[in-house]
């Protein structure tokens, strides 16, 4: 049986389904049905407080719940095994949060951190990192860049019966007249069964003179999974701290302590070796080595690797980010300087993919480990 | 019978109720229903202009009706008594106004103004005064705090049938990941059959590090209650005008004038005497003293009591704010150099209660002034 | 038959009326229904993406259909003919924006242009033009106004049958507590069966002290209308190149090149000769003289005409802008300075009609030329 796809939203067709939900029962011949995990897709809209209008699709393959949020640039809310182990952090902010919340664009820059709860946002496209400023002091490129907080005109579902696979499309723009003209193809892809997905993203210039982008994916972990003796294991060619409270803690870079009160958040800057199809892994796994989270992409495509540690107390945020990217996220006008920008030429694209593995058993663990460990040096940090 | 509570929102539960209502029919044993007056709380969703989305609750306690704004922060509109008399203000804003069309982040820090419409605001959490900037220019904290433009993520009802009371609760929380984290609990409580009211607020530091916050009750009173001759009635240890259009009208400080085009509005900082257990009173009476509005609070806990006078024309928007708060509405950075925010540690609470006396007759208004006049001095200024 | 009024929304009234459909068939005594065009005006709400929440009005007159767009200021979305033909253009913004997405706040002053994608805009009511900044850099004045992205109050329509026209009318405000109190009476009117509109404005200083107005309308056109060797007619006394960029191109001010990717935007200011009743008439037509648009309206009342040339590539928004206004575009303060504001006193109302003739056979268009002709030199222009 070929692929089937239904339509989710669509504005130029005036589509919009608010309450949808695709189960086997749709698929035409439902026999392998019995067979299967129930599978199910759904989409519904969130009401109250913060979460008012935001919409959620909830991919469940039958093993893992995968929550999608359209209203926010095709972000993952955060995963769930078994429907009661949850993959994410527990951020002070009670989002999701809709757009119309998140004050971007305060002259501060920092406004972005008033909607920040998901276990997947994608930082871009014009800019993804620091606030940046002009000579005025006002503000050019707001932390992270805008399309997190950008709304989906396009979104559908994908099922593979024959490949076992369930994708979930939305397309983004990020689009100012006279200025950038940047379309986001955001694709997430879990097998039915596993507690795994992918992100296939493409980013295009649909304008007519050349553009410029950036993406950074901040994948954020929290507990239980993080925690004291938590540890990074990844291929590490350098790791370069990133200011005065990291340098302090560069030797222990790859572990995690114990929430505490007030520590300064620290940064990681790591350039990562990969094998000859330049693909690379990195794992987050527990104290125990029970569990875990491995990534998986090409470091030609995301050369820059960063590992954020914000190691404060449990009520504050207690989260770390993995995040592969095509730059680091220092303020836009400090990576143009060193080349860390993507140029586009008129209708051309660029794409990523970065594979998510969420380890649930000392074995996948330990493969994974052997899998970086045949990448190179896994611990060790080489200063600036 | 015990009290009866329903959620109207929750979002960790996912309930949202758009249409709610209920009578005294909905108590279990309605024998009592014919005696007591016809109470009815509902919630509804408001449509059109500025007001698009706004949720509204009107708990009409039987002899008085007050409009709740779970969306603004848990505002109160107006009130209302006998179905035609109207406590509050005409401000030429159209109100109430849903936050989205309020740019509390723009850089004049000044756009909180494009949403004030209401009987009683709260400002607050981090700051509640004049917009405050950085040595750049660059906006640090807005007119009047966020919280007055921040939705409520949880909202009940309470009927205590025994007590005669009707409670409407919310929790509206102000947060920015790597900055505060506050939580206001606030409720407004009246009688049933009554012209009162009384709120019970607390603010909570639910993060993990210490924070500091400021609240201030910015009571709004307007056309008919204010007029020519109208008059504040004060226990005042101290009146200190705020700047030089005050200064030139301080001995007239407790006295209004008719509208008048173009006025510069006037501002006076009072210290207020109160009884043994720290309890003051402040009334607004009208030109005739057969109508009036009287709070009750705390001094230890709202020190600072700020009345401003805008005696501009009524389509300007002819209004008294009567402010009770934990500091004077000054910049921030002023504030803190006086010692006037108040420090909360992890998990700590703040609490005060700001009770409102409608008052419609004038042995009413004669009663409040007596014992205003027991507290002590009630007119006259001390010029700084 | 007198003409007929349905209100839509009414804030006041609590009406808001989501789906909206007057035929025919709703007037009293249908004999004449199966006589005249099929005519419908219907109101809904757009969902998915930007759109999400934005009210659209369809006004078919049977022959030409208008998109008009309270939530955005009463804007004319695009018109179309024959149920093909559209008038208006391809913005790479994909609208139509709610402007709870549009950044007006923006330290840059820029973040309109993330909504700009209509043929007609109102650009006003404060200021019209360029940001303007304080000394400090703060932003005063957002690019083109806050009146674009501000919702309607109050809507509805008239039916006068006898006369055949069809009228919407919408009440938009722009207020802010201790700054201006304006508010835009907009209507837009259409006689049934033809391919013509006109605009009928007031807008008002319904506060109480002396304030001031700029308006613009901002009217956009591209292909296929507009392409290379498409014409400006127009009736000038002076034509006043922007910029160094349209000081090189002065000499060909009313010619249109092709789309050509990454050209500087041309301005020029024009001042139009009228005949004795102040009215005057500017024409845009195709290269073919097959096809234009015409404006009709009063230069004491709208003296400054700007024509904008944004000749770029088609995937960039290939646009321009016939711009009649009560001042040019320039930063509110230079416009001040030159005395091109509205005073208006308290109660104090300013009106303006534009009709707006969409040509479609070569004898319109040459009858158009004619009439232009007869006004005065159309072409040459005299450099400051």
Not at 243 to 248: G, H, K, R, V
Not at 261 to 266: I, K, N
Request: charged content about 20%; overall charge negative.
């Amino acid at each position: 049986m070929p692929a089937l796809t239904w339509i989710i939203t669509d504005i130029d067709n005036d589509i919009q389904q608010d309450n949808f939900r695709i189960t086997p029962a749709d698929l035409p011949g439902t026999s392998q049905a019995g067979q299967q995990p129930a599978w199910s897709v759904t989409q519904r809209v969130l009401h109250g407080g913060l979460r008012e209008g935001v919409r959620l699709i909830e991919i469940d393959n039958g093993r893992m719940k995968l929550m999608v949020l359209p209203t926010r640039g095709m972000g993952i809310w955060r995963a769930c095994l078994n429907g009661n182990q949850v993959l994410g952090w527990q951020s002070p902010v009670r989002g999701p949060v809709h757009p119309a919340w998140v004050p971007i664009a305060e002259p501060s820059g920092l406004g972005w951190l008033e909607g920040f709860d998901e276990l997947l946002v994608r930082c871009g496209l014009e800019s993804n990192g620091a606030p940046d400023f002009d000579e005025q002091g006002r503000l050019l490129y707001p932390l992270h860049g805008r399309i997190p907080n950008r709304p989906s005109c396009h979104v559908e579902l994908t099922v593979d019966d024959s490949a076992g696979t369930i994708t979930v499309r939305g397309i983004v723009e990020e689009t100012r007249f006279h200025f950038q003209k940047l379309r986001l193809r955001a694709a997430v892809t879990t097998t039915i069964g596993s507690s795994s997905f992918s992100i296939h993203d493409e980013v295009e210039n649909f304008g007519g003179t050349a553009a410029e982008m950036q993406l950074l994916y901040h994948i954020n972990l929290g507990e239980p999974l993080l925690g004291a003796g938590a540890r990074i294991v990844a291929p590490i060619r350098e790791v370069e701290p990133h200011d005065l409270a990291s340098i302090a803690n560069t030797k222990t870079w790859d572990l995690y302590e114990p929430p505490t009160a007030g520590v300064p958040e620290q940064c990681f800057f790591l350039d990562l070796l990969s094998d000859q199809a330049d693909q690379t892994r990195v794992l987050l796994k527990n104290a125990e080595g029970s569990a875990g989270v491995a990534l998986r992409f090409n470091t030609c495509v995301l050369p820059c690797f960063t590992v954020w540690k914000n190691m404060v107390a449990s009520a504050d945020g207690y989260v770390t980010g993995l995040e592969p990217a095509t730059n680091f996220p220092n303020k836009r006008s400090f990576e143009t300087q060193h080349g860390r920008v993507i140029p586009l030429a008129p209708g051309a694209t660029w794409s990523a993919q970065v594979g998510i593995d969420w380890l649930t058993r000392v074995e996948e663990v330990t493969g994974v480990e052997k899998a970086v460990g045949k990448l190179g040096e896994t611990t060790g940090a080489t200063l600036p």
